[in-house]
């Protein structure tokens, strides 16, 4: 009903339809070029075939649409997942589309054509480049999905996001479903990002692992056991882990330093069991901290309007203690 409400008044602001059409038309910085910005009311369909976004559109949503439902960015709803704020889903959209249209490239594979056309399911991998400062340190997100979808426009995307205003520069991985597959795509990702780091602009020293969910175990068990234990060579591991809402115990003693949120009404990832790990992990002598959310449900993302909005921040200082220069 907000939502609602605040699209009526647009309607009867006294704007002429002439104006309030060219409200929506953005410009794009340094190529002259403008178009029709995404609204909330534009279907995600239309989104996917744009041809900003080339044969890469179909990766913004999950591959499998039977884990998302709703027609338009502004109805999009996700498996699992809560507190979806349709005015970020229209942002990211149009910052994607900004960025293509000023001539940035937003998606990298991570495979070749070699590699895709021997196992078809790597065609549904990428890395969506959310770009800071030139030189600045880097972030990988992972979103969550049981391992069966990747959540990317709530559990991933805004993050990335976020992270560029701040200027660091930052990647939201697309992984193939599957624990063991999505953490060998993750450890590829990072693979990619060290060998290209010059030719992006990015420094991969001390970067952090970042994930929701299923996304947390993967940045977990890349932190815990390396790039070299899901068939890369071994790079270097990350300055800090950011953790989101998942149930991961296991305690290996060789955890980086790690971050965790959650809320206390998440039937998916109990918060006593991350509390126990992260105090397990600061018991071996590695700093970790947890921040634990009254009534919040399972996946929540930046928790916009919620007790946990403003949690990024708090994350983004403690990898900013761990990076060291």
């Not at 339809?17 to 910005?37: I, N, P, T």
């Not at 600061?282 to 634990?292: L, P, R, S, Y």
């Amino acid at each position: 009903m907000e939502y609602t409400y605040n699209g009526m008044k647009a309607f009867w602001s006294g704007k002429s339809k002439s104006q309030k059409e060219q409200q929506e038309v953005r410009s794009v910085l340094g190529k002259g070029q403008s178009y029709k910005a995404f609204t909330a009311d534009t279907r995600i369909e239309d989104v996917i075939q744009d041809s900003a976004f080339g044969n890469f559109g179909r990766l913004l949503f999950p591959a499998d649409k039977g884990y998302y439902s709703g027609d338009t960015l502004g109805k999009l709803s996700l498996t699992w997942y809560s507190n979806i704020n349709p005015d970020r889903t229209v942002e990211i959209a149009n910052y994607l589309k900004e960025r293509v249209l000023s001539g940035d490239t937003v998606f990298y594979d991570i495979y070749s054509d070699e590699e895709k056309a021997q196992d078809p399911d790597k065609k549904d991998t990428g890395l969506f480049f959310f770009r800071g400062n030139k030189g600045a340190k880097t972030a990988i997100v992972n979103a969550g999905g049981g391992f069966v979808f990747v959540g990317a426009m709530q559990d991933s995307f805004p993050h990335a996001l976020e992270l560029s205003k701040k200027g660091y520069n930052a990647f939201a991985l697309i992984y193939r479903p599957g624990a063991q597959t999505a953490c060998e795509d993750l450890a590829r990702a990072i693979a990619f990002l060290h060998e290209n780091a010059d030719e992006l602009g990015i420094d991969m020293q001390d970067y952090s692992l970042w994930g929701g969910s299923a996304g947390a175990r993967m940045a977990a068990w890349l932190g815990s056991y390396g790039t070299e234990s899901f068939g890369e060579k071994r790079y270097p591991r990350p300055a800090a882990v950011i953790m989101q809402y998942t149930g991961l115990s296991e305690v290996t003693g060789k955890e980086p330093p790690t971050f965790a949120c959650v809320g206390t009404n998440d039937g998916i990832a109990s918060y006593k069991t991350m509390e126990d790990r992260i105090n397990r992990i600061k018991a071996n002598g590695t700093d970790a901290e947890i921040k634990v959310f009254q009534g919040l449900s399972h996946g929540f993302g930046l928790g916009e309007g919620t007790v946990a909005e403003g949690w990024i921040n708090d994350a983004i200082k403690f990898w900013e203690k761990h990076i060291t220069e």
